[in-house]
Antibody
């Protein structure tokens, strides 16, 4: 079955760019949307955005100015970049498969801490 | 975009039923039949329990059911079991083609 695995630095300095990659295994990245979701410590889930395998995107309006999601179908991967990070971007970041409305397969999540 | 409104906590005894509400607006919950519910045990990946208001993915117990009336969706868990203790989140598709989560509800099985 399809599995997702997040990867990337666990520590990012304030004002720098957070970069994460999600690798899709057990299935093709084509024909689905792919999401990023995060959970700050002690808080709820926050949808960051999603990308269709063709490259079209939708972003959370509150994060849109700082977020970019890209897809690499040749590697069966998609990625997340968040610029100008602050401590408020500290969170567990999840990637997930979606049809644009529901997220049915999730990665295990990766913790990113923003600190100098 | 404010989070959908969920109660912070609910509780119930084994065997009982509980209901978690999720209130939004006509631009999200009320405007589309695209409400989902997720179960989240801390330290694990969230799990889809209900989609499109009332549909259960394969493998999810029929003790979990969903409904919607106006701008409020609900998740009902019947025959509560100890393993149901978790955080539950609703989400909805929105008029801006985005997804909005609720603030989450902590379910305690007494």
């Amino acid at each position: 079955q399809v599995q997702l695995q997040e990867s990337g630095p666990g520590l990012v300095k304030p004002s720098e760019t957070l970069s994460l990659t999600c690798t899709v295994s057990g299935g093709s990245i084509s024909s689905y949307y792919w999401s990023w979701i995060r959970q700050p410590p002690g808080k709820g889930l926050e949808w960051i955005g999603h990308i269709y395998y063709s490259g079209s995107t939708n972003y959370n309006p509150s994060l849109k100015s700082r977020v970019t999601i890209l897809v690499d179908t040749s590697k069966n991967q998609f990625s997340l970049k968040v610029t100008s990070v602050t401590a408020a971007d500290t969170a567990v970041y999840y990637c997930a498969r979606t049809d644009g409305r529901r997220m049915d397969v999730w990665g295990k999540g990766t913790t990113v801490t923003v600190s100098s | 975009q404010s989070a959908l409104t969920q109660p912070a906590s609910v509780s119930g005894s084994p065997g009982q039923s509980i209901t978690i509400s999720c209130t939004g607006t006509s631009s999200d919950v009320g405007g589309y039949n695209y409400v989902s519910w997720y179960q989240h045990h801390p330290g694990r990946a969230p799990k889809l329990m209900i989609y499109d208001v009332r549909n259960r993915p394969s493998g999810v117990s029929n003790r979990f059911s969903g409904s919607k009336s106006g701008n409020t969706a609900s998740l009902t868990i019947s025959g509560l079991q100890a393993e149901d203790e978790a955080d539950y989140y609703c989400s909805s598709y929105t008029s801006s083609s985005s997804v909005l989560f609720g603030g989450g509800t902590k379910l305690t099985v007494l």
